[in-house]
């Protein structure tokens, strides 16, 4: 596949840096597309020559990551990072997206034939971009969509979610779901990809990642 049919100008994107002082995912859009480079904004972070990056794009289907590195760095009129790339682009399944534990108490509703259910409870047990992992005492079955409502650090998340996983636990007095944000909009992705980043960072500073 050719970055050229995925990486379009004006598309947010991630750009993840993999090692160094400022490892770590950050949001910005495509700014040019050219035969040997692409050009991107520049976040806040003074990101040097020759460090290696990684572009992820998402659509509807999946996740599509570019490997490349960052040959120029532009102060102005725009600050740009200019990246050297293959012709190449990898697509990632949602499930490749970091998974965290977390857990935060969440409510949501079933979609039914008559509209949207009174409210479950639940308490989460992880989380990622992809989906979540929670527990209740509501059954829910394969495939159902449910909206959920959860509080999260950096706000509130208010999503539809499909539930690809449905078991009873040890006890048989709860359910551990797992879901799928498959009808996410892009911008709730990115404050949940942001939180699980917050989160993932909170537990290397604690020596538990």
Same mark, same amino acid.
């Given at each position: 596949m050719?970055?050229?049919e995925?990486?379009l100008?004006?598309?947010a994107?991630e750009?993840?840096?993999l090692?160094?002082?400022y490892?770590g995912?950050?949001r910005?859009?495509i700014?040019e597309v050219?035969?040997?480079?692409i050009?991107?904004?520049?976040p806040?972070?003074?990101?040097r020559e020759g460090?290696?990056?990684r572009l992820?794009l998402?659509d509807k289907?999946?996740?599509?990551?570019?490997?490349?590195?960052i040959?120029?760095?532009?102060?102005?009129?725009?600050?740009?990072f200019i990246?050297e790339?293959?012709?190449s682009?990898s697509k990632?399944q949602?499930?490749s997206f @970091?998974?965290? =534990?977390?857990?935060?108490?969440? *409510?949501f509703?079933?979609?039914?034939e008559?509209?949207l259910?009174?409210?479950? !409870?639940?308490?989460?047990?992880d989380?990622?971009g992809?989906?979540?992992?929670?527990?209740?005492?509501?059954?829910?079955?394969?495939d159902?969509?449910?909206?959920?409502? @959860?509080?999260? =650090?950096?706000g509130?998340l208010r *999503?539809?979610a499909?539930v690809?996983?449905?078991?009873?636990t040890?006890?048989? !007095?709860r359910?551990l779901?797992?879901?799928?944000f498959?009808?996410?909009a892009e911008?709730?992705r990115d404050?949940?990809i942001?939180?699980?980043?917050?989160i993932?960072?909170a537990?290397?500073?604690?020596?538990?990642?």
């Open positions: 050719s970055y050229k995925k990486f100008p004006g598309l994107v750009l993840i840096v090692e160094g002082e490892e995912k950050y910005t859009r700014e050219g035969e040997k480079t050009s991107v904004g520049a806040l972070v003074p990101l460090t290696s990056v992820i998402w289907v999946a996740a599509y990551a570019l490997e490349s590195t040959v120029q760095r532009i102060a102005s009129p725009v600050s740009l990246l790339l293959s012709d682009v990632v949602r499930r @970091v998974r965290v =534990p977390a857990m935060f108490p969440l *409510t509703e079933t979609v039914t008559e509209g259910s009174d409210l479950h !409870k639940a308490m989460m047990l989380l990622s992809g989906g979540m992992q929670f527990l209740t005492e509501k059954k829910l079955e394969n159902a969509v449910i909206y959920v409502h @959860v509080a999260l =650090p950096n509130d *999503t539809p499909r690809s996983r449905s078991e009873k040890e006890d048989g !007095k359910y779901i797992s879901v799928e498959d009808y996410i911008r709730e404050r949940i942001r939180c699980v980043f917050d993932q960072r537990m290397r500073k604690k020596g538990l990642v």
